[in-house]
């Protein structure tokens, strides 16, 4: 490891979703007036601009909708890293979030499979969602 | 019929500075040299410029780039902005300088962009500013790099229709060729779709060579209204259509990676210059990476969805397929200096509109795209131009 990572500066809006991370726990904004379930964690909801909303715990599995493995790093901090996957996940719940994908190598990585988060403390204060794949990981179209 | 600014508004000027690495100069200099040479292009006298734009510099420090410019140049215009919607600004600034023509907040206005992302930045500070750009907690922390943002499209396109590395790769040799037309082009030495795929992965599925330039360079352009273009000497280039889309800015908002907003902003490109795709001669658009043109020349009408591989692949890209795009070589081999990348390919659009690309002239060119995106689709900007006011 050279140097420092970037660590999210965490605010009022996504307290909540850090604080959850940070003791194991996806939350996941729903909307009690449209029912609509966003990422990332907003004051207001995204669909309806209605400010009644609720976080909920998620289940932490989903799809890998896209993924891109990095082999030359954005910066030196992630130069030992490489080669990492990066995944967009489409959450059981609906919404879609970025991460990378952890205990798979590069090449076994493919569009529908299912994977779950794993919880990365990297800090004393901040813990990273990552995922790995679902222990019987079927593909899906 | 909605109020339009359809043939209203005319592209009189266009000035280029050298390109690739051309060390020693500022981001300044850039935006102003390209300037000056517009202006005696256009045959205009700077005391005649009451409006000026411009984009972004990566390596210059001014929060008012378009004002700092404007002082270089010695004019104090009464219209001016700096615009930030990343690779997409090109073709926005075109529409944004003829919306203010059209409405009477300026009479003539020099669209400039330049910067030395080559020579004035290390390539760590260079990548570091597109890294600091993303979002500080739901993408940095993850290593997300902008052209992973458009790797992740690309995939998913592949998965999604089949496409393949090798139709990827076409799209760079392509551009290639192109470049070799085009005088003063950065990259212009042969390859090959094996040289493509033979070379460094960055992001898969993107090597090397399937990722665009750094370089130094500008680009400028003057506009006036289609009245006053009629007393200069240059032969007028008419702005016939613009269209934006602005869908998402986390590419993990994205309703879609295949489908993007470059449908929303060429469909009202389309519509308000009365035209169709098939009625287009020649194309620029924003090659920033291969898969970025495979998926635009589905969205911008020009085949489609799902058969951009295959289209590229059978040389409808290139000179006597269906539609030559980029014959200066693009953001792959001709130059790309940053938010100044997607304005040469407006250059480029207009000199074929004037019968002017010498050695790569597109015959009896009269109506031409350019299109221009930033951030993995986020933004979509699209002009129609074409050599006679009602298209």
């Known amino acids: 490891m050279s140097g420092a990572k970037p660590l999210p500066p965490v605010d009022d809006d996504t307290r909540a979703w850090w604080e959850g991370l940070h003791r194991g726990v996806l939350l996941l904004q729903h909307c009690r007036a449209c029912g609509s379930v966003q990422v990332y964690q907003r004051a207001m909801c995204g669909c309806c601009l209605g400010g009644d909303l609720e976080h909920r715990e998620a289940s932490g599995e989903g799809t890998i909708y896209s993924f891109s493995t990095v082999y030359r790093p954005p910066s030196a901090e992630f130069k030992d890293d490489v080669p990492y996957t990066v995944v967009l996940v489409e959450l059981s719940e609906g919404p879609r979030m970025l991460s990378t994908l952890v205990d798979m190598a590069p090449d076994a990585v493919r569009i529908g499979q299912r994977v779950q988060i794993v919880y990365d403390r990297v800090t004393e204060a901040i813990t990273l969602p990552r995922f790995r794949p679902l222990a019987s990981s079927a593909t899906t179209p | ?391």
């Open chain 2, 1 to 391: 019929m909605a109020r339009s600014l359809s043939g209203e508004v005319a592209i009189v000027g266009v000035g280029e500075t050298p390109v690739g690495k051309v060390p020693g100069k500022s981001a300044l200099w850039f935006n102003a040299e390209a300037t000056r040479v517009a202006l005696r292009d256009a045959g205009l006298d700077k005391s005649q410029v009451d409006g000026l734009l411009t984009g972004t510099s990566f390596v210059a420090p001014f929060h008012r780039m378009s004002v700092a410019v404007s002082e270089y140049l010695g004019i104090q215009p009464t219209f001016s902005n700096t615009l930030e919607v990343s690779g997409a600004t090109a073709a926005a600034s075109i529409g944004l300088a003829a919306a203010a023509i059209h409405s009477g907040l300026a009479e003539a206005v020099v669209v400039c962009c330049g910067d030395n992302m080559l020579s004035g930045m290390t390539r760590d500070r260079a990548v570091q500013a597109l890294v600091s750009s993303r979002d500080p907690q739901y993408e940095a922390p993850f290593g997300l790099l902008v052209p992973t943002t458009f790797a992740l499209t690309a995939q998913r396109h592949m998965h999604e229709y089949g496409t393949t590395p090798e139709q990827l790769a076409q799209v760079a040799v392509t551009m290639r060729e192109h470049a070799r037309r085009a005088p003063g082009a950065q990259m212009t030495a042969p390859i090959t779709v094996a040289d493509v795929l033979a070379s460094k992965m960055v992001t898969t599925p993107y090597h090397v060579l399937d990722c665009s330039l750094v370089s130094d360079g500008g680009v400028a352009f003057v506009l006036t209204s289609a009245e006053r273009a009629r007393d200069f000497r240059t032969k007028p280039v008419y702005v016939l259509g613009a269209g934006e889309s602005y869908s998402q800015e986390h590419i993990f908002c994205a309703e879609s990676l295949t489908t993007t907003g470059a449908r929303i902003s060429s469909e009202r490109a389309y519509r308000m210059a009365g035209l169709r795709p098939a009625d287009m001669d020649v194309a620029g658009i924003y090659d920033c990476f291969t898969g970025t043109v495979v998926t635009m020349v589905e969205d911008l009408g020009f085949c489609a969805k799902g058969e951009g591989g295959p289209f590229v692949a059978a040389g409808e890209i290139t000179f006597g397929g269906r539609i030559p795009t980029n014959t200066h070589g693009g953001l792959l081999s001709y130059a790309h200096p940053g938010i100044p990348g997607g304005f040469f390919h407006i250059a480029e659009v207009v000199r074929q509109l004037r019968g002017e690309a010498h050695g790569r002239q597109v015959a009896g060119a009269r109506l031409g795209l350019v299109h221009s995106l930033g951030g993995g689709f986020a933004t979509n900007a699209t002009i129609v131009l074409g050599t006679e006011r009602n298209g």
